[in-house]
């Protein structure tokens, strides 16, 4: 089962490299080294501030763009291609499939993630240079890998059941969403009556987006506590693997012929 | 059970304890986040200009989530009985950067940051930045300068100021005949009680809120049992000058003549008369301007 699964794993992370997404990683690295040193010039004591806003805020979105637009083509393409019927008239298991995908997404996405995480360093470094308080952007950066997380599984999740292009459209409106769950958790708060039940329903069926971005707090130079960090973490495996559960039980039933 | 059919259980087993797990750790991230983190964000933004640029043309929709969050950050604040509202004045001014013409977030804002902690914010000179802000944007929008005129007179205790106010408002087309008038009530008897019965009844009659009618009606309240007090106290003042000694209860008074009945308070209860010849009122709650009215 490991091996099965270790296969699909490396390969989905293969195809992906091949589909030359990591490309953008060259166009992330070469707008943000050429432009810091312009920050310096378009604002006065703010240009560590800008470049990291611009850094993390890069990371973040490309992130989640190449976590939907790769997700989505996850089942349509392999039946496209014919390649799933392939795969699973071997002693390859349904769940195995969507489970190993999903993994070589993450992988893909990490990978991606740690080369852009690279590429902003040496951008401070040729602004600003490096400090001890740099250091705390890599929870912001951890955090984001947690969206990540979030967000592949719910694209692998729709695209379970659904063509490419609505795929992507739920997985980006579910990301907008999640960005505004705490306001969604303080309506239910202020509703009443059934409006309260079913506003709480779906602020807890929504992914929290909003704890998991602590840009402007880290910009700042201030920290974030490892409690936090802890029950972020949990929060995020639990989620994504709720979706991928959800994905894998839509998957196990539908009919491939 | 063939191996499908325990993959299609197992996974739904996991996923109803997954999910329970994700409930039980957004509560954890909740409390280790605190309530007002998300509202926090505004203390790191340059301004609220540069949020609309970013809001790539959905600027209303943006406005509309940051007076929401306004709101329920007065609500929380004001039901804690809290003395700062440290964040409420930089969200009402993103509000109005992101969409100018949101006219409630001027009216409730201003009140919100004019009235006195624990009610409200307690900073009446942003209140009035906020409204001429709006004023500004909305310069047809007569409600405003009554909004305006309204915290001079209240908060501010700025009657000139205040009587400008109404005057300015009152050449607006549309504005309501009694703008004038409140601007010459201003001007003559800023501090008569009757000036501020005539306000609040004002904005008792032109209110659609509700929120806003029942508080204009506390104020009512409380005005009323203020002259109830004031005058019963006089009273009394009388009867210790023709007896020599206070009264111990309201029978007395009403057999010397001094009162026609047991003094009751607009709610129908009676008056407390109290061992030092003053007066109050039973139920303090339910006349809670009372005491600010009294030291005015």
């Known amino acids: ?62 992130g989640v763009i190449i976590a939907i637009f790769i997700g989505i083509g996850l089942v349509s393409k392999e039946i496209e291609k014919k390649t799933l019927y392939t795969i699973l008239s071997r002693p390859v298991r349904r769940w195995e499939f969507i489970v190993g995908k999903y993994l070589g997404l993450i992988m893909t996405l990490v990978v991606n993630t740690a080369l852009m995480t690279a590429g902003f360093y040496i951008a401070l470094l040729v602004t600003k240079g ?11 950066i951890y955090f984001t890998v947690l969206q990540f997380l979030i967000v592949t599984a719910l694209t692998v999740l729709f695209s379970t059941f659904s063509s490419p292009i609505f795929s992507a459209i739920f997985a980006f409106a579910l990301f907008v969403i999640g960005t505004f769950a705490e306001d969604l958790k303080n309506f239910a708060a202020i509703s009443k009556g059934a409006a309260k039940l079913l506003a709480t329903a779906a602020a807890y069926l929504m992914p929290n987006f909003a704890s998991l971005n602590v840009i402007a707090q880290t910009a700042h130079d201030q920290g974030v506590g490892g409690r936090l960090i802890l029950f972020n ?24 012929k | 059970m063939n191996r499908n059919r325990l993959a299609t259980s197992l996974f739904a087993v996991l996923l109803v304890l997954f999910f329970a797990g994700t409930v039980l750790c957004r509560s954890q991230v909740e409390k ?105 944007e909305n310069p047809s929008y007569w409600r405003l300068y009554f909004t305006l005129g309204f915290i001079h007179y209240l908060d501010r205790r700025d009657y000139k100021a205040a009587s400008e106010a109404f005057f300015k408002g009152s050449e607006v087309p549309g504005a309501l005949p ?47 049992a203020e002259q109830d007090i004031e005058q019963l106290e006089q009273r009394v003042k009388l009867y210790r000058e023709r007896t020599g000694v206070l009264p ?13 009945g047991l003094p009751q308070d607009p709610d129908g209860t009676e008056y407390k008369l109290l061992p030092d010849g003053t007066v109050d009122v039973q139920d303090p709650a339910k006349y809670r301007f009372l005491d600010r009215n009294r030291n005015k």
């Open chain 1, 130 to 140: 490096l400090h001890k308080t740099d250091a705390l952007l890599l929870v912001a």
């Open chain 2, 248 to 260: 111990s209860r309201w029978l007395d008074m009403i057999r010397a003549g001094l009162l026609p």
């Open chain 2, 32 to 136: 280790l986040r605190g309530k007002e983190v998300t509202l926090e964000e505004v203390l790191y933004m340059p301004s609220g200009k540069s949020v609309k640029r970013l809001s790539l043309g959905y600027s209303s929709l943006l406005a509309d989530i940051y007076w929401t969050r306004a709101v329920q950050y007065f609500g929380e604040k004001s039901n804690q009985r809290s003395m700062r509202y440290d964040l409420l004045y930089p969200l009402l001014d993103i509000t109005t950067d992101l969409d100018p013409h949101l006219i409630v977030s001027y009216e409730f804002g201003s009140l919100f940051l004019s009235q006195p902690p624990p009610e409200g914010a307690g900073q009446p000179e942003k209140a009035v930045a906020l409204v001429e802000k709006g004023i500004r």
């Open chain 1, 1 to 62: 089962m490991i091996s099965r699964l270790t296969a699909i794993t490396l390969n989905t992370f293969r195809e992906a490299v091949r589909d030359r997404v990591l490309y953008n990683l060259i166009l992330f690295v070469l707008l943000l080294v050429a432009s810091a040193p312009l920050f310096g010039q378009i604002s006065i004591g703010m240009e560590r501030l800008i470049l990291v806003n611009v850094g993390l805020s890069s990371i973040s979105l490309f």
């Open chain 1, 233 to 256: 973490t949990l929060y995020a495996m639990l989620y994504s693997a709720s979706a991928v559960a959800a994905a894998v039980l839509i998957f196990e039933r539908r009919n491939l």
């Open chain 2, 178 to 224: 009694w703008m004038k008038v409140m601007a010459a009530r201003m001007a003559e008897h800023g501090e008569d009680r009757s000036t501020a019965l005539y306000l609040w009844k004002a904005v008792y009659d032109t209110s659609i809120d509700p929120q806003v009618k029942d508080t204009a009606m506390q104020h009512l309240a409380s005005l009323r």
